[in-house]
């Protein structure tokens, strides 16, 4: 609507002599104008402080009405000016909004609830859970994720400890066999160790032969030689002791026979390194 046409001016009348202050602006604004032209005059008259969450919000409220707006700026700002809520509240509920007009995806929407709700953000909590929300958008891997968490439990990433617990994780997600992790655990913590990590039986008519491939650590050999165990290599110190430790297991008499009671005792047979790192005995 345009501004009334008025042959008389507002002041000449003689009942508005005596008015003054906001009355009188009220007054002089409805005799020269009218629909929304008026509205916005007295939306002017009414809040002196065109700052204030108050005057934003009937301003909006009167845009939306005279169609200056659409319907998400309207919601969007009534949030935005709602003096109810916190700021985080507001922050919260316009991510909503936002998610409900297809401003921002689901994702963004849950790291932004997230954020919110977290007034510090440099704390191990935090960084645990938004490894998780990581884990859960596929943004990191949960092995990613089981090694960032074992960094923040370990502030010394030089200890022993530490790279034991490494170990741990690399053999959860396959990366090393449990024999590796077991050995590089036990040479970690300086202890001697020895596995039998594979064997091979053949039968061929009336010869039995027997295949080992062994494994161990440097600290297993310094215990052979305190042993009194000697070599000119480590698979000969390995060899002497494990061929004395089997002999002892299947009973083998002092002339190389193993004792089975009977009257034709089988001897034992000769043992030979394979070209695939297996010691065979025949």
């Not at 509205?39 to 009167?62: C, F, P, Q, V």
């Not at 923040?152 to 022993?160: G, R, T």
């Not at 300086?190 to 027997?210: T, Y």
């Amino acid at each position: 609507m345009a501004k009334i046409n008025r042959i008389i001016p507002f002041g000449w009348w003689p009942a508005n002599w005596g008015m003054t202050g906001t009355r009188r602006k009220v007054t002089e604004a409805e005799y020269y104008w009218d629909g929304e032209d008026l509205a916005y005059r007295l939306l002017d008259i009414d809040h002196e402080d065109k700052d204030s969450k108050e005057y934003r919000t009937d301003k909006l409220r009167l845009d939306y009405r005279y169609h200056k707006i659409g319907e998400f700026e309207y919601g969007l700002g009534l949030i935005e000016n709602d003096i109810k809520l916190t700021e985080t509240d507001r922050e919260r509920e316009a991510a909503k909004y936002l998610h409900r007009f297809g401003k921002i995806t689901a994702e963004e929407l849950e790291y932004k609830l997230f954020d919110l709700s977290y007034v510090v953000k440099d704390t191990e909590d935090y960084q645990r859970a938004k490894l998780k929300l990581d884990v859960r958008f596929g943004k990191k891997s949960e092995e990613e994720a089981d090694h960032e968490l074992l960094d923040m439990k370990f502030e010394d990433k030089n200890s022993i400890d530490y790279k034991i617990a490494q170990l741990e994780l690399e053999y959860k997600w396959g990366n090393i066999t449990e024999n590796q992790k077991e050995k590089e655990t036990a040479t970690l913590l300086r202890e001697p160790w020895f596995n039998v990590i594979g064997a091979d039986q053949a039968v061929q008519g009336e010869n039995v032969s027997m295949a080992f491939e062994l494994d161990w650590n440097e600290f297993f050999i310094q215990f052979l030689e305190s042993k009194g165990w000697s070599g000119v290599s480590q698979d000969e110190i390995v060899d002497r002791w494990f061929e004395s430790a089997m002999k002892q297991m299947i009973g083998v008499d002092g002339y190389g026979y193993i004792d089975e009671g009977d009257d034709d005792p089988m001897p034992l047979a000769s043992k030979v390194k394979r070209d695939d790192g297996l010691t065979e005995y025949r």
